[in-house]
């Protein structure tokens, strides 16, 4: 399948108005179509399917290039999976995406997509690492989002503490930003991490909550 055969697969599922709904709420200049994420989720489901690793991953850049709301939502369902063997060329495709990044829903759909392959091969954390020094908002975020896997685990091995504890030192660096997306993240980390790591999440409220917007530190301490 060719990205222009996907594409017009997509518009079909259109529906009157909602594009226009979709521009104004996520207020970023691109092109939408108006198609629901359930219909992309069954249209990805049979792509992924029907398609060899390689031949997704292609689709999948073309997608994304197109620069349509609903064309990279669906490139990153594509490759939203979490056996896929080889994933270098997946890996490689949506670290690609992440300087492109400029609002939060395309963001979170490949982050999750990126998650999969962070927990396949937990050394990419060293390249997830260089995000936080960058100056592209969305690039600082995407190193939070991408490692949420190692907030929500319940018997995390001694590798994945050491993760934990690396991205929580992350989150400390973050405080001081201002960045009303940056902050959300971090309140994010930290409540979804209470669930599961509830004396990690406490010490670092103690030692950094101070310093974080009120409502990031609500969303931070919400199941506390």
Known sequence: MTPEAALDEIASHAEPGRAEEMRAYHKVARRYLGVPNPVLNDLARDWR???????????????????????RLAAAKLLTQ??????????????????????????????????????????????????????????????????????????????????????????AGYVPDREWFIQKAVGWWIRDLSKHDAARARAFLDSHGAGLKPFALREASKYL
């Open 82 to 171: 979490a056996r896929i063997r080889p994933d270098d060329g997946v890996w490689a495709l949506i670290a690609s995406w992440v300087p492109e990044f400029d609002s939060w829903a395309i963001a979170d759909h490949a982050c999750l997509a990126g998650q999969r392959r962070l927990v396949a091969d937990p050394a990419r954390i060293e390249q997830v690492a260089g995000w936080t020094e960058s100056p592209h908002l969305w690039t600082r975020r995407a190193a939070l989002v991408i490692t949420l896997p190692w907030a929500k685990m319940n018997f995390p091995s001694e590798a994945d503490l050491a993760i934990r504890d690396r991205v929580l030192g992350w989150a």
């Open 49 to 71: 399917q029907a398609l060899p690793v390689d031949a997704r991953v292609e689709l999948a850049s073309g997608l994304w290039q197109s620069d349509v709301f609903e064309a």
